[in-house]
């Protein structure tokens, strides 16, 4: 039987993640799955995010079954099972075990940036919502994990050279390179969360990685200490980050 590759990215909210899972699902071999942990997430928070009751309605909440998914084979056996993570969502407690049989992508952006643009939606923000903390402990934790070093990747890297940093991306985590990546058909998918009408209007008009823009969005004086906050974890990590080598 063919080994299933899981490849796992571990991102905050508001950056290129679901782009990401977009380039990743239009390779003819690689199955995705979007935010597997987030019902959990709702669950364990009680936090009153866009399409609560949807969300909770609609996905799987046993976080052991999840787990064992996350672990498990792809989606109609697919060679590759890609897995959208939020950081956030993988609260204390959350099962993590799992993570040793996977391949693993961190993918960072500025907090301030983040917390701009989550507000933008939500009307605020903390550290924990940012999720740069949680995403340098689970960075630290999948390396010892696994004795591997994983790449950090930066989302403007990505949308800067998107054939280049992928290569390199695809280099590091011992996948082919497809072209096929680099462009997918604008719409949404059966395999996007059920919280994609309120979270993923631009990237269902998207047709591949946009040139880097400034953030349309200033940052609230109010968000300012979580941004500081996170923003030693974002420092850690961006010191990590995977270089488009060719």
Same mark, same amino acid.
């Given at each position: ?16 993640s679901?782009?990401?899972?977009r ?7 690689c ?15 009680? $936090?009153d ?8 309605a609609?996905v799987? $909440? ?11 084979e792809?989606p ?16 204390d ?9 996977c391949r693993?992508i ?15 939606t939500?009307?605020g923000?903390?550290?924990?919502d $940012?999720g ?6 689970l960075?630290?934790?999948? =390396?010892?994990?696994t004795?591997?070093?994983?790449p950090?990747?930066?989302g ?6 998107p054939?280049g940093m992928?290569?390199?991306? =695809? ?31 631009r ?11 400034p953030?349309?969005h ?7 200490p979580?941004v ?19």
């Amino acid at each position: 039987m063919r080994e299933t590759i899981r490849i796992c990215l571990w991102s905050g909210p508001r950056n290129i993640s679901t782009a990401t899972m977009r380039s990743f699902e239009n390779r003819p071999d690689c199955a995705v799955w979007d935010e597997p942990f987030y019902g959990p997430y709702l669950v364990r928070t009680g $936090l009153d995010h866009p399409g609560r009751d949807t969300i909770l309605a609609a996905v799987p $909440l046993d976080e052991d079954d999840i787990a064992a998914r996350c672990a498990g084979e792809a989606p109609e056996s697919a060679p590759l099972f890609f897995q959208k993570h939020m950081c956030q969502h993988m609260l204390d407690d959350i099962p993590r075990d799992w993570m040793a049989a996977c391949r693993h992508i961190f993918l960072i952006r500025d907090p301030a940036e983040v917390a701009a643009s989550f507000a933008a939606t939500t009307g605020g923000a903390t550290a924990d919502d $940012l999720g740069a903390i949680r995403q340098a402990e689970l960075f630290e934790y999948a =390396c010892q994990l696994t004795g591997q070093a994983w790449p950090v990747i930066e989302g403007a890297d990505v949308l800067s050279d998107p054939e280049g940093m992928l290569r390199a991306l =695809c280099a590091a985590i011992d996948i082919p390179f497809d072209a096929a990546m680099l462009s997918w058909p604008a719409g949404r998918r059966e395999s996007d969360g059920v919280w994609a009408p309120w979270w993923y209007d631009r990237v269902e008009a998207s047709t591949g990685f946009e040139p880097p823009q400034p953030s349309p969005h200033d940052l609230p004086d109010m968000l300012r200490p979580a941004v500081e906050a996170s923003r030693p974890h974002y420092e850690t990590l961006k010191a990590r980050k995977l270089e488009n080598r060719p």
